[in-house]
């Protein structure tokens, strides 16, 4: 799938089907958050591959607005050790393995609220690292609502050299 083709059509997907995603696929998605850009190439991420139904639950019970977890076929929790710019370079990472896994059928949603030190306890991991998310992935049980995106009109969000310029008068001088 072409970059603007995965971006265009990814939604958010908080209902999967309980199909499992094959390890090689997993695998590819980790390898895009692995190849992600990071601030002075740090590569500060840690990611944490949760299939286990029993951890899913839990974790799902660690956010007001993430049940959804429970029904993954897996979920990706994402840490940062010693991260100057944590939420930048995880955003990154995460968004890269989150289209990546759009490109091959999977999708999948950015949760926030966590209670963080419930997660770390939950997965084991140090107490000094910070948390960015736990995303669940899965098949989409819904087939997704291609190009039905609901976002704001471009001449509400961008301009030309100066704020207030709308962004039609790069059209119009080329
Ligand atoms: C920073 C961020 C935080 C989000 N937090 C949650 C969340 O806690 N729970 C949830 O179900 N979706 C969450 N989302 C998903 C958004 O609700 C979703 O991307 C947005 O509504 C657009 O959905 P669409 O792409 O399906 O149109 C979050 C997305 C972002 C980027």
Request: overall charge positive; aromatic content about 8%; proline content about 6%.
């Amino acid at each position: 799938m072409e970059v603007m083709e995965a971006i265009r059509t990814n939604l958010a997907v908080r209902e999967f089907r309980p199909d499992k995603v094959p390890k090689d696929i997993i695998i590819k998605i980790l390898e895009a958050g692995r190849l992600a850009h990071s601030s002075k190439n740090t590569q500060p991420w840690r990611f944490i591959v949760v299939d286990d139904k029993d951890r899913l639950s839990l974790l799902s019970k660690t956010t007001p607005t993430g049940a959804h977890i429970a029904n993954a076929a897996f979920a990706i929790a994402l840490f940062m050790e010693n991260a100057k710019l944590p939420e930048v370079d995880g955003a990154r990472a995460m968004e890269d393995m989150m289209l990546v896994a759009w490109s091959l059928g999977v999708g999948s949603c950015w949760i926030t609220n966590f209670d963080e030190e419930k997660v770390k306890q939950i997965l084991n991991v140090p107490k000094e690292w910070k948390l960015i998310t736990v995303a669940p992935f899965g098949y989409p049980v819904k087939p997704a609502r291609k190009g039905k995106k609901k976002r704001k009109a471009l001449e509400e969000i961008a301009y030309y050299n100066t704020y207030g310029n709308p962004i039609s008068r790069m059209i119009e001088q080329r």
